[in-house]
């Protein structure tokens, strides 16, 4: 078998809001040199979906909350035989010759996240929970919602006390969670509910912030529309752009912004969005224009 290498990544987790909440450090396989074809499909919920959670929660006043599997993949048990270097700084009283063989699975193999999946959709059918036809990661039974997305999952409950019962039933089952406030955050998203009206806000301040940040425009002049009358053009002509950022990086996330929180800038950023190969000056001014407009509002 081949054995395979793997590093240690190092990262911050930030709530939507980019305050740090926790320092994470995990070593990840490169399953990049994992020999032979895999299926590796594992899907995650549709916005479209959550958007259903929130408002059947908000309709029926259901109490809400989130859940974090800790260290999710690991916590699937392996199929076929994976072996891996010892991670940097361990060693071994056999020698530095010796290898490791896993037995569960670990970040960075091509199948973890399917395996992942299909470990807790059955841990949940288990439970008594139906599969939603529409969207394989909408779970439902009487009284309970749930909507998953790799290792975060919302939860929706008529009767709150039903919620201990479910998790002490999965942690029987050698799940490792936690268990979070309301459902106010997901996938750097904050949600904002207003009691009186009943309404909710979404927003990605954290995101604003670190596109701001990314683009260098935190001392800009503000604008008060994201983009220019006229449309944007491929510019054969142009000049290309000079600025240090990474072009498709601030569309990604900015695409990521606009799908969710802020379809005023949708059709701007829609527009840059065709230019991300070998952009131009005029380009890089759209993009400001989108920046300066995040800026003001």
Partial sequence: SKILPGTWVFRLKRNPDGEIVKFKGRYCVRGDMQEGVFDTYA???????????????????????????????????????????????????????????????????????????????????????????????????????????????????????????????????????????????????KFVKDNETGTLTLTQKGLINKIIEATGMENCNPNWVPAAKEGLGIDPDGEPMEEAWNMKSIVGMLLYLSTNSRPDIAYAVSQIGRFTHSPKKSHAAAVKTIVRYLHRT
């Fill in 43 to 189: 899907p995650v919920v549709a916005w479209s979906t959550v958007r259903f959670f929130l408002i059947f929660s908000i309709t029926f006043d259901w109490y809400t909350c989130s859940i974090d599997f800790s260290n999710a993949f690991v916590q699937s048990v392996l199929k076929d035989d994976v072996w891996i270097h010892l991670p940097r700084g361990f060693r071994s009283s056999r020698g530095p010759n010796t290898c490791l063989k896993l037995k569960k699975s670990l970040y960075g193999l091509s199948v973890a996240p399917k395996l992942w999946y299909e470990t807790l959709s059955k841990a949940l059918l288990a439970e008594g929970f139906k599969q939603s036809k529409n969207d394989k990661c909408f779970f439902y039974k009487e009284g309970f919602l749930i909507v998953l997305y790799v290792d975060d999952a919302g939860l929706a409950v008529k009767n709150p006390d039903d919620i201990d019962k479910l998790l002490n039933s999965l942690r029987a089952k050698g799940f490792e969670m936690t268990r979070e406030s309301s459902f106010a955050e997901f996938l750097g998203i």
